[in-house]
């Protein structure tokens, strides 16, 4: 693997940490590898010899999946945790947890956790690189990648493009991931929302806030609609789903009053009928499901990268 264009960090905790060079990296090896899983045979020895570990403490079907199907099309080895049929729940911390797990010589951790900071206290005490799939309320650094990846893909370049993130700000991880990932690549954005579930001072994060959800469409060349958390909500945030809906909810006749086409998308999981009415979420303009096809491109992107400058390291004696 050497000689090979090298990320600038070890590990991928977030967007903030990445370079607009790491992303355009990433974006780059992640279109060769798009060509790779659309051939007959979708599988190359790239991570051959390397044992990735997939640690969820908390609940995922896209990522997990996606994570998985990317190390096995980079022939890795591949061990997968579930917090919920582990020995987390007999008493046994994070750390010892995955001390444990890496003493059966894992390379590689992939980590989704309900708690924010979770993959960047890990980093501060094992060697392995380490790769946030989700934290908490915090970021979720590789759907905000695939989500920016699949929106060069259908309306180019994103400098001065137009992007709004619909829905539970508040509460999201993508959102925080996307609004770095779009900022560093030129994109201008707004978040629109209750203004219950909008960060007081989101402002200082360079975005802009709307409430009124057809003035955002309007400004928009791309939504971004995300759904309710309500399993990370102790409060109510707003009377019921169906005032929300009323209000917020993207619909097909919202998007007939725009002099304009954009284009939908929705890191899943959808509520239907919440956030994003069916005929939105299944129409031509929605690139919901390709979102998830380039996930996994993405994600090999990611896993090659960093075992690429793993590999110099060691050749380095570092
Ligand atoms: N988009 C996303 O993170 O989905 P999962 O929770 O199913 O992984």
Redesign the pocket.
């Known amino acids: 693997m050497a000689g090979i264009q090298q990320l600038s960090t070890k590990h991928l905790l977030g967007i903030k940490y990445l370079k607009t060079e790491d992303i355009r990296l990433i974006f780059d090896t992640a279109l060769n590898f798009k060509e790779v899983i659309n051939r007959p045979i979708k599988k190359v020895p790239s991570l051959r010899d390397i044992t990735i570990a997939n640690l969820f403490f908390e609940?995922?079907?896209?990522?997990?999946i996606s994570f998985e199907l990317a190390e096995k099309r980079l022939s890795a080895d591949v061990v997968n945790f579930s917090a919920s049929s582990s020995s987390v729940k007999k008493g046994e911390t994070l750390l010892d947890t995955v001390n444990n797990i890496l003493s059966m010589k894992v390379d590689m951790v992939v980590m989704?956790h309900p708690a924010p900071g979770a993959p960047h206290f890990l980093s501060q005490h094992i060697d392995v690189n380490i790769i946030n799939a989700?934290d908490g309320t915090h970021e979720?650094p590789t759907?905000a990648l695939l989500d920016a990846f699949s929106m060069e893909e259908k309306v180019g370049n994103l400098k001065g493009k137009h992007v709004a993130i619909f829905g539970d700000i508040l509460h999201s991880r993508?959102a925080l991931s996307n609004i770095f990932c779009l900022q560093k690549l030129g994109a201008k954005v707004i978040v629109c929302g209750p203004p219950t579930l909008i960060p007081k001072h989101i402002h200082k994060l360079g975005v802009g806030v709307e409430y009124d959800v057809k003035k955002a469409l309007a400004w928009c060349d791309i939504a971004n609609i995300l759904r309710i958390q309500l399993e990370r909500q102790d409060i109510k945030y707003f009377p019921s789903l169906r005032e929300y809906s009323q209000y917020f909810g993207i619909n097909k006749s919202l998007l007939q009053q725009l002099d304009k086409q954009i284009l939908i998308m929705h890191?899943?999981?959808i509520n239907r009928g919440v956030e994003i009415s069916s005929d939105v979420a299944d129409s031509d303009h929605s690139i919901i499901l390709q979102q998830v096809e380039n996930g996994v491109a993405i994600r090999m992107a990611i896993l090659f990268l960093l075992a690429a400058r793993k590999s110099e390291a060691r050749q380095q004696g570092l």
Do not use: A, E, K, M
């Not at 609940?59 to 997990?64: A, D, E, G, K």
């Open positions: 609940n995922s079907t896209r990522t997990r989704r989700g979720h759907q993508v890191p899943g999981p």
